[in-house]
């Protein structure tokens, strides 16, 4: 081995010991760098030589630097890194809640509602005490002041987590668009044998804040740049493209913006794991949101549209100190609804929609079972949406519509020629006389003696509802708003057969068919197919359509990728081409424009507890001095009432019947009923009073008509202004049975004291669960109580395993400076030996010039 060569080993030493001290030196330099990855220079032996005897080592070289760098505890500690970012962002948020819902003595809502309850108690002592009829209204306002101030804490934490989650997601739009960047930077610049080993660091830094923000899913190409994807499968980043998030219309949205500038957006539905920073935020997001009858605020609001409701259910039976002498405007009012009305397809009758394949209003609607046709139409289906729909409390109200079918009418004989054919529908008597010798038609033929029961009907029902033959101004009421169509095998009925269905759309009133019988046959009657008995809407009485009523705001339904699901209820379709401006994409968004009743009913906030179908209140009538204008109260009834404006002219026309019976000579109108901007205007003449009691429809408790509260949710909770202008009509008593209203009546005070232990309570979306008022508002105290705890708990627990994790990670990458120290010294030692090398080496050199001379 020549002299050069031992120089060349030398040299090789020296230059390799250098590098591997400044790797060293650089592990020293960034030992407090976040994420930095320790980096080691691997060392080898240069490729031998071949001599006489045997291959002749030429010394070392580096032949990398690589970083010591566990994939596996990386991808760890990013996934629990992920797990406390999104207990933490829960835990900030959960205290705020936590402190609105804070028990305080003397604030607490069951303190409060306790003595609101003490207070009716304390009235029912003494009803005539003006004091203690402040008292009651003193505290119900600071059960109602209560009530807001929570609802305007959530709904300010909701603000503040909209505005974190507007943040968070910018922070992660940037970082995606920095990953891209990395990735070009580090396939663009590394070979199979150097490495971008800082450039990785710095990826994997900023992969770790996005898993801060979001769970994520990723992995290397064989290029070297990261794929990156949601949880739910979304790309975020996929070699120089990168993706992005926006929050709009209270909905996380993934937005694709392809190269010709099309944006294409897909909705992350609140089932979406998103884990993180951004997956707590939509976590109490989803506790805060408006709509949702389960969460944190669909629960208060369910606590005070109970309240609401069983106060005023039981105040409006009662009477205060005098009667009503004053105008009277109904606190609640009728909003117009849109009315979205359509059939259920009779050709998917026999498909069942799957749990979650239909959202209303961002709302998922549970399964809708399958069912055959009855005489053409998917009765059975509509049925099984309505429910479902109603159960989803996706703010609108589905109803079907009343239709009762008879059987084929059998042609009469010539010897049943002038029978009389009798019976009634709703009480009102229909009477038909059989013509079985009119020729060409007569009744021999089904379909002439189907047509002619029908047209006998409709007519009767029309001179009834025009008050034909009734002496002016009597007035028939209530009216009967049923029609009679032929039936035709498609319709609900089979071929000529008797079909009677209710005239508005979503009107589930009864249909009575009663007293059939005919003269001078007895089973004459027989042949017209009628069945007597009462028919309510359900599965096997209903005209096959389907109404939605809204008064929230437009009706938005969301059926997927395309409209094969909403053709299934009638929502997509010929049908629908004049309202469904995109066709086939699955969606529908239906508004006053497209469909509306005015002043309806089902604009009622409380209109799911109407019972107008033989629901009646009655109408007391007084004159100025306290004694009864009518010996008997005016019962009014609401049967078919379908707008606010039916109930009006019913008590309009009920007085009218009443005040001008023959046997009672008084002007008119005592009383009379308008409807002004949607609310019900009660105004008495100058020489009457009113008063009301025994209301089993409960539609003055709906409307406000002698009421309590008014509103309908925490944030809406209020006192009715009959009330607070005047404490006398505090409604403490009740009108007994002749009329007389007693100032030292306590029996509807004590009444509403009863409410209190009351287990039957129902609350809006917890369908027939009940519980007590104070029951109800603990179980959502002590589950915001163990949600915040099993947080504390949760966040304490997986911090312990992070730092184990770290300490784990740290051992494979993190730098120890004594380790560093040890490796330096190691290193320097070896470039001094090598530079001796030299030194002896050039020393030989010398000799071997000097012996040659």
């Given at each position: 081995?020549?002299?050069?060569?031992?120089?060349?080993?030398?040299k090789?030493a020296?230059?390799?010991?250098?590098?591997?001290?400044?790797?060293?030196?650089?592990?020293?330099?960034?030992?407090?760098?976040?994420?930095?990855?320790?980096?080691?220079?691997g060392?080898?032996?240069s490729v031998?030589?071949?001599?006489?005897?045997?291959?002749?080592?030429?010394?070392v070289?580096?032949?990398?630097?690589?970083?010591?760098?566990d994939?596996?505890?990386?991808?760890?500690?990013m996934?629990?890194?992920?797990?406390?970012?999104?207990?933490t962002?829960q835990?900030?948020?959960?205290r705020v809640?936590?402190?609105?819902?804070?028990?305080v003595?003397?604030?607490?809502?069951?303190?409060?509602?306790?003595?609101?309850?003490?207070?009716?108690?304390?009235?029912?002592?003494?009803?005539?005490?003006?004091?203690?009829?402040?008292?009651?209204?003193?505290?119900?306002?600071?059960l109602n002041e209560?009530?807001?101030?929570?609802?305007?804490e959530?709904?300010q934490?909701r603000?503040?987590?909209?505005?974190?989650?507007?943040?968070?997601i910018?922070?992660?739009?940037?970082?995606?668009?920095q990953?891209?960047?990395?990735n070009?930077?580090?396939?663009?610049?590394e070979?199979?044998?150097?490495q971008?080993?800082?450039l990785?660091?710095?990826?994997?830094?900023?992969?770790k804040d996005?898993?801060?923000?979001?769970?994520i899913?990723?992995?290397?190409?064989?290029s070297?740049?990261?794929?990156i994807?949601m949880?739910?499968?979304?790309?975020l980043?996929?070699?120089n493209e990168?993706?992005?998030?926006?929050?709009?219309?209270?909905?996380?949205?993934?937005?694709?913006?392809?190269?010709t500038?099309?944006?294409?957006?897909?909705?992350?539905?609140?089932?979406?794991?998103?884990?993180?920073?951004i997956?707590?935020?939509?976590?109490i997001n989803?506790?805060?949101?408006?709509g949702?009858?389960?969460?944190?605020?669909g629960?208060?609001?369910g606590?005070?549209?109970?309240?609401?409701?069983e106060?005023?259910?039981q105040?409006?039976?009662?009477?205060?100190?005098?009667?009503?002498?004053?105008?009277?405007?109904?606190?609640?009012s009728?909003?117009?609804a849109?009315?979205?009305?359509?059939?259920?397809?009779?050709?998917?009758?026999?498909?069942?929609?799957?749990?979650?394949?239909?959202t209303?209003?961002?709302?998922?609607i549970?399964?809708?079972?399958?069912?055959?046709?009855i005489?053409?139409?998917?009765?059975?289906?509509?049925?099984?949406?309505?429910?479902?729909?109603?159960?989803?409390?996706a703010?609108?109200?589905a109803?079907?519509?009343?239709?009762v079918a008879?059987?084929?009418?059998?042609?009469?004989?010539?010897?049943?020629?002038a029978?009389?054919?009798?019976?009634?529908?709703?009480g009102?008597?229909?009477?038909?006389t059989?013509d079985?010798?009119?020729l060409?038609n007569?009744?021999?033929?089904?379909?002439?003696?189907?047509?002619n029961?029908?047209?006998?009907?409709?007519?009767?029902?029309?001179?009834?509802?025009?008050?034909?033959?009734?002496?002016s101004?009597?007035?028939?009421?209530?009216?009967?708003?049923?029609?009679?169509?032929?039936?035709d095998?498609?319709?609900?009925g089979?071929?000529?057969?008797?079909?009677?269905?209710?005239?508005?759309?979503?009107?589930?009133?009864?249909?009575?068919?009663?007293?059939?019988?005919?003269?001078?046959g007895?089973?004459?009657i027989?042949?017209?197919?009628?069945?007597?008995?009462?028919?309510?809407a359900?599965?096997?009485?209903?005209?096959?359509?389907?109404a939605?009523?809204?008064?929230?705001?437009?009706?938005i339904?969301?059926?997927?990728?395309?409209?094969n699901?909403?053709?299934?209820?009638?929502?997509?379709?010929?049908?629908?081409?004049?309202?469904?401006?995109?066709?086939?994409?699955?969606?529908?968004?239906f508004?006053?424009?497209?469909?509306?009743?005015?002043n309806?009913?089902?604009?009622?906030?409380?209109?799911d507890?109407?019972?107008?179908?033989?629901?009646?209140?009655?109408?007391?009538?007084?004159?100025?001095?306290g004694s009864?204008?009518?010996?008997?109260?005016?019962?009014i009834?609401?049967?078919?009432?379908?707008?606010?404006?039916?109930?009006?002219?019913?008590?309009?026309?009920?007085?009218?019947?009443?005040?001008?019976?023959p046997?009672?000579?008084?002007?008119?109108p005592?009383?009379?009923?308008?409807?002004?901007?949607?609310?019900?205007?009660?105004?008495?003449d100058?020489?009457?009073?009113?008063?009301?009691?025994?209301?089993?429809s409960?539609?003055?408790a709906?409307?406000?008509?002698?009421?309590?509260?008014?509103?309908?949710?925490?944030?809406?909770i209020?006192?009715?202004q009959?009330?607070?202008?005047?404490?006398?009509?505090?409604?403490?008593?009740?009108?007994?049975?002749?009329?007389?209203?007693?100032?030292?009546?306590?029996?509807?005070?004590?009444?509403?004291?009863?409410i209190?232990?009351?287990?039957?309570i129902?609350?809006?979306?917890?369908?027939?669960?009940?519980?007590?008022?104070?029951?109800?508002?603990n179980?959502?105290?002590?589950?915001?109580?163990?949600?915040?705890?099993?947080?504390?708990?949760?966040?304490?627990?997986?911090n312990?395993?992070?730092?184990?994790l770290?300490?784990?990670?740290?051992?494979?990458?993190g730098?120890s400076?004594d380790?560093?120290?040890?490796?330096?010294?190691?290193?320097?030692?070896?470039?001094?030996?090598?530079?001796?090398?030299?030194?002896?080496?050039?020393e030989?050199?010398?000799?071997?010039?000097?012996?040659?001379?």
């Amino acid at each position: 081995m020549s002299v050069s060569a031992t120089l060349n080993i030398a040299k090789e030493a020296l230059l390799t010991h250098m590098s591997a001290i400044t790797v060293t030196g650089h592990n020293i330099a960034n030992v407090n760098t976040p994420g930095y990855s320790r980096q080691v220079l691997g060392l080898t032996t240069s490729v031998a030589t071949p001599t006489g005897i045997g291959f002749q080592g030429n010394g070392v070289r580096g032949d990398s630097i690589s970083r010591q760098y566990d994939l596996f505890m990386v991808q760890r500690l990013m996934s629990q890194n992920s797990t406390i970012n999104n207990l933490t962002t829960q835990q900030q948020s959960m205290r705020v809640i936590e402190t609105s819902f804070n028990e305080v003595p003397g604030l607490a809502v069951n303190d409060l509602l306790s003595k609101l309850f003490e207070s009716w108690q304390a009235l029912s002592n003494n009803p005539e005490l003006s004091s203690n009829r402040q008292t009651v209204i003193q505290q119900a306002q600071l059960l109602n002041e209560q009530l807001h101030s929570m609802n305007n804490e959530l709904s300010q934490t909701r603000y503040e987590t909209g505005v974190a989650l507007r943040a968070a997601i910018g922070e992660v739009n940037s970082l995606t668009k920095q990953l891209a960047d990395l990735n070009v930077k580090i396939t663009t610049s590394e070979t199979s044998q150097q490495q971008q080993n800082d450039l990785r660091d710095t990826r994997d830094n900023l992969m770790k804040d996005l898993g801060g923000y979001l769970d994520i899913n990723y992995y290397e190409s064989g290029s070297g740049a990261y794929t990156i994807m949601m949880s739910d499968g979304h790309s975020l980043v996929n070699n120089n493209e990168a993706w992005s998030l926006d929050w709009k219309d209270n909905t996380l949205q993934w937005v694709n913006v392809q190269s010709t500038g099309k944006e294409t957006r897909a909705a992350l539905d609140n089932s979406t794991i998103l884990g993180s920073k951004i997956g707590g935020l939509m976590e109490i997001n989803n506790q805060l949101a408006e709509g949702d009858p389960n969460n944190y605020l669909g629960r208060l609001d369910g606590l005070a549209n109970a309240i609401i409701r069983e106060f005023n259910q039981q105040h409006s039976q009662g009477v205060g100190l005098v009667s009503f002498s004053d105008k009277l405007t109904s606190s609640e009012s009728a909003d117009n609804a849109v009315l979205l009305n359509t059939t259920v397809d009779p050709l998917t009758a026999s498909e069942t929609l799957a749990a979650g394949s239909l959202t209303i209003n961002g709302h998922d609607i549970g399964r809708i079972d399958k069912s055959g046709l009855i005489n053409g139409l998917a009765m059975g289906k509509t049925a099984n949406a309505a429910e479902a729909i109603n159960s989803a409390s996706a703010g609108v109200l589905a109803r079907m519509t009343t239709q009762v079918a008879g059987g084929t009418v059998t042609a009469m004989t010539a010897g049943e020629d002038a029978s009389t054919l009798s019976f009634t529908i709703n009480g009102l008597a229909i009477s038909y006389t059989v013509d079985s010798t009119t020729l060409p038609n007569n009744d021999t033929d089904p379909a002439t003696l189907a047509n002619n029961l029908v047209a006998t009907i409709n007519t009767a029902i029309s001179n009834y509802n025009n008050n034909v033959g009734l002496p002016s101004p009597q007035t028939n009421i209530p009216k009967i708003t049923i029609d009679a169509v032929l039936g035709d095998g498609t319709n609900g009925g089979p071929a000529n057969s008797i079909v009677l269905r209710n005239r508005n759309k979503g009107d589930e009133s009864t249909i009575d068919i009663a007293d059939l019988s005919s003269i001078p046959g007895a089973t004459t009657i027989d042949k017209i197919g009628l069945t007597v008995g009462n028919y309510k809407a359900d599965a096997t009485h209903n005209t096959g359509e389907l109404a939605l009523f809204s008064h929230n705001g437009p009706i938005i339904i969301d059926g997927g990728a395309n409209d094969n699901k909403l053709v299934q209820l009638g929502w997509a379709g010929p049908g629908m081409a004049a309202v469904d401006k995109s066709p086939d994409d699955g969606k529908l968004s239906f508004d006053y424009t497209n469909g509306s009743v005015s002043n309806s009913l089902m604009g009622l906030d409380y209109a799911d507890t109407l019972q107008t179908d033989g629901g009646t209140f009655d109408l007391f009538l007084y004159n100025t001095n306290g004694s009864l204008a009518l010996a008997q109260p005016v019962k009014i009834d609401l049967t078919r009432a379908y707008t606010l404006d039916d109930v009006a002219s019913t008590i309009n026309n009920s007085i009218k019947n009443a005040v001008n019976d023959p046997t009672v000579p008084a002007p008119t109108p005592w009383v009379s009923a308008s409807v002004v901007g949607n609310q019900l205007l009660l105004t008495p003449d100058g020489n009457h009073n009113f008063a009301f009691g025994n209301d089993t429809s409960n539609f003055l408790a709906a409307i406000g008509i002698n009421t309590f509260f008014s509103g309908h949710s925490a944030g809406t909770i209020g006192l009715n202004q009959a009330v607070t202008d005047n404490l006398d009509n505090l409604a403490a008593g009740k009108i007994n049975s002749f009329g007389e209203i007693f100032r030292g009546d306590n029996t509807n005070s004590l009444l509403i004291t009863n409410i209190q232990g009351d287990e039957n309570i129902t609350f809006t979306g917890h369908g027939s669960q009940t519980d007590t008022l104070d029951g109800f508002y603990n179980s959502l105290v002590a589950d915001i109580g163990l949600k915040g705890k099993s947080i504390n708990s949760d966040l304490e627990y997986n911090n312990l395993v992070f730092d184990q994790l770290n300490e784990i990670r740290d051992a494979t990458s993190g730098v120890s400076l004594d380790e560093e120290m040890s490796n330096l010294i190691k290193f320097q030692h070896a470039y001094s030996a090598a530079a001796k090398l030299i030194s002896t080496a050039d020393e030989m050199m010398v000799t071997l010039l000097e012996t040659i001379r």
